[in-house]
């Protein structure tokens, strides 16, 4: 490590940098809630800890769940103390699309209005809530040499749909079985055979697009995308170049009973408030 780079994670350090305040209520008498899990040592570390590891890395993923606003906040805290330690160069978003990119390079640079405003110049999609990317987007408008988008947009994923490209042989039999299984649960088996080959596709070619623009991006780069994306088995770092150096998973988790993961799946675990779980397919019968 250099010297300098050594010197600012040691003044981060001693200065505290202080972790935004819990605003899930599940899970908060964990004795490990807000550390992080490190699958290749099976042991715990501090978010700081995190940030010295991350700091020389020139790409990370950060795996997220989309509706968990704990997520959000800390991938702001995480994104802003590796700023002190380094600049960031590119910060790329699952939630951009590449008819988009054009909307925000005309923004940066410039004094950014109010939410409404700047959600009608970017032509934010309704589906990512804005009270929890807002300031992530705000801070890659402003900080970061680059804001990228890192999907596909509508047309292109609406195409994949309708002429479903094989699936690469990459992908382990084990990985299609969840994949699989992840789309059919989540249409609460109301999906056919011909839906699944198409929604597996469209979910393949937003890995392979992830993994080609951040492999692309000036670095130090780092990604935000839904958790499934940024597994190290099945997402995007399946499609990851193989001369590129392999970019540091971190997934975001709530709290819940399940194993903690292996290597295969990520390289560190940060430990989160859960949301209060959602029937979604009861939501659907009663529709």
Do not use: F
């Amino acid at each position: 490590m250099k010297p300098m780079l050594l010197v600012l994670l040691l003044s981060l350090s001693a200065c505290g940098a202080s972790l935004p305040s819990w605003q899930g209520s599940e899970g908060l008498a964990d004795p490990h809630l807000g550390q992080v899990w490190v699958t290749a040592e099976q042991r715990w570390i501090t978010p700081q800890a995190l940030v010295e590891r991350l700091a020389p890395a020139p790409y990370v993923v950060v795996g997220e769940q989309h509706d968990n606003p704990d997520h959000h906040a800390l991938q702001l805290w995480l994104l802003q103390r590796l700023q002190a330690a380094r600049p960031q160069r590119s910060l790329l978003l699952e939630m951009l699309q590449p008819a988009q990119q054009a909307r925000v390079a005309a923004l940066k640079g410039t004094s950014l209005p109010g939410d409404a405003a700047l959600q009608e110049q970017l032509d934010w999609q309704p589906g990512w809530d804005w009270a929890m990317y807002g300031p992530l987007v705000r801070w890659g408008l402003d900080v970061p040499a680059q804001l990228l988008a890192a999907n596909l947009d509508g047309d292109t994923m609406m195409t994949l749909y309708r002429r479903p490209p094989p699936l690469s042989p990459r992908y382990s039999a084990e990985a299609v079985r969840r994949l699989r299984d992840t789309i059919e649960a989540s249409h609460c088996g109301r999906i056919d055979e011909q839906q699944v080959t198409a929604m597996l596709a469209i979910q393949q070619a937003r890995d392979q697009a992830m993994a080609a623009a951040l492999a692309n991006a000036p670095t130090p780069a780092l990604l935000l995308a839904g958790n499934y994306h940024a597994r190290r088995d099945l997402g995007m770092p399946v499609h990851w170049p193989r001369a590129s150096a392999a970019p540091v998973i971190v997934q975001l988790q709530g709290v819940s009973a399940g194993a903690l993961p292996g290597a295969q799946q990520t390289d560190y675990l940060w430990l989160t408030p859960a949301t209060p779980e959602r029937d979604y397919c009861a939501d659907w019968e009663s529709d």
